[in-house]
């Protein structure tokens, strides 16, 4: 499901791997009627990616019925905020997930990068979190110095 208006964009999807492909492209559609530089847009997309993966990936136990929410909106001064929300087991530690490679699945071939990459490519990264109750990442990005500044 996927309501959009001139400034924001929500997406309803199912955690499943198939989605984030899918969602990751509404996004960077949305953002691509912005005066937004291709640079920052792939950032955008990156650590976007990494959010959604995360809330595939880990939140949930079984992947029937569980449900993620992706939002964008663009505030008046250019700044992108991106929240990706599900509803899933929570972090229990949440410096310590945030940690470089610190992966709570290191069987299953995770590099642990998740946030490290978010963090670097977005000004800001916050996570809240409630156990068995859900994630919410906000990702933030200034766009205004950057696109005045265009070679
Ligand atoms: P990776 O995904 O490779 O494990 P990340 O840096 O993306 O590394 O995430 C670090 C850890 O944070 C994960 O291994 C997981 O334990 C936890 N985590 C991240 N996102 C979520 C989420 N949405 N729900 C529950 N746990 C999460
Ligand atoms: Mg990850």
Do not use: Q, W
């Not at 997309?45 to 992706?70: G, R, W």
């Not at 939002?71 to 310590?96: C, M, N, Q, S, Y």
């Not at 995770?110 to 990442?137: L, P, Q, Y």
Request: aromatic fraction near 4%; proline fraction near 3%; hydrophobic fraction near 40%.
């Amino acid at each position: 499901v996927c309501s959009m208006s001139e400034n924001y964009i929500k997406i309803e999807s199912k955690s499943s791997i198939d989605n984030i492909a899918p969602i990751r492209i509404c996004v960077a559609t949305f953002l691509s009627s912005l005066n937004i530089h291709i640079d920052e847009l792939m950032d955008v997309k990156t650590a976007l990616s990494e959010a959604v993966t995360n809330a595939v990936d880990h939140a949930y136990d079984e992947e029937s019925d569980s449900k993620i929410i992706v939002e964008a909106k663009i505030r008046d001064d250019e700044k992108i905020i991106i929240t990706v929300k599900d509803f899933g087991k929570g972090i229990e530690d949440i410096p310590l997930a945030m940690t470089p490679m610190y992966t709570s699945k290191p069987e299953n071939e995770h590099a642990g990068m998740g946030f490290t990459i978010m963090e670097s490519f977005m000004d800001e990264v916050i996570v809240d979190s409630v156990i068995k109750n859900g994630t919410t990442i906000t990702l933030t990005k200034d766009i205004r110095k950057k696109s005045t500044n265009k070679v």
